[in-house]
């Protein structure tokens, strides 16, 4: 009975051992994980608006709202050694912060050290019913010739260092647009386009998914 108890004590303490070791060997890599990750402190993609091509941009009564525009934006890696992995970008624009184009889709995207990726979808809408106060505010700003829209990407990221990727990232960017309308100068004729030549910085907002 002696001899079975203490079979049974050096299988606990083993067990322990090792439950132990397991956990100081995590503890470890979380630590070395944290210290390459501040070391490294990835820094945030930069946007730019490169330029908005209108196709057309009607308010018709009562408040039926097209849209049909190309716009050029480009995203550079600023880190020497971390990758950024794009996943799942939208982008569209919005006008007093509400959606007047419908989302499109980005490709999915990896970019490595120091990288640029130019994208330039388009973005529309088919006679979109609007409220009443965007139909007023739209009606005012392009009867006064300028009307200030907002190209917005959202979507996810991930960090690559090497073979080590982090987990899911929340990324949001905001590239306020001016389209004039009344000073033809501020653009080009493109084929059955205006084309606005914007190469705006865009802000960045990156957060924990």
């Not at 979507?155 to 982090?166: A, R």
């Amino acid at each position: 009975m002696s001899k079975d108890c203490g079979r049974h004590d050096e299988k606990k303490q083993l067990v322990k051992r090792i439950f132990i070791a397991i956990f100081g060997l995590l503890v470890v890599l979380g630590i070395v994980v944290l210290l390459v990750w501040a070391i490294l402190h990835p820094a945030k993609p930069r946007f730019i608006l490169q330029d908005v091509s209108i196709y057309a941009f009607n308010l018709t009564p009562p408040n039926y709202l097209t849209i049909n525009m190309q716009v050029t934006v480009a995203s550079r890696n600023p880190n020497d050694r971390i990758g950024i992995s794009y996943q799942k970008l939208d982008i569209f624009a919005t006008y007093r912060n509400q959606m007047i184009t419908l989302p499109t889709l980005l490709p999915r995207t990896y970019q490595g050290h120091q990288d640029v990726t130019v994208w330039s979808p388009f973005l529309y809408c088919n006679a979109v019913p609007v409220a009443s106060f965007l139909e007023a505010g739209l009606s005012q700003d392009m009867d006064a010739g300028l009307v200030l829209m907002h190209i917005k990407v959202s979507g996810h990221l991930k960090w690559k260092v090497g073979n080590w990727v982090s987990g899911w990232y929340q990324i949001n960017v905001n590239c306020p647009a001016y389209i004039s309308f009344s000073d033809r100068s501020k653009s080009i004729q493109v084929g059955a386009a205006r084309k606005y030549q914007l190469v705006q910085t865009c802000s960045v907002e990156i957060s924990l998914n």
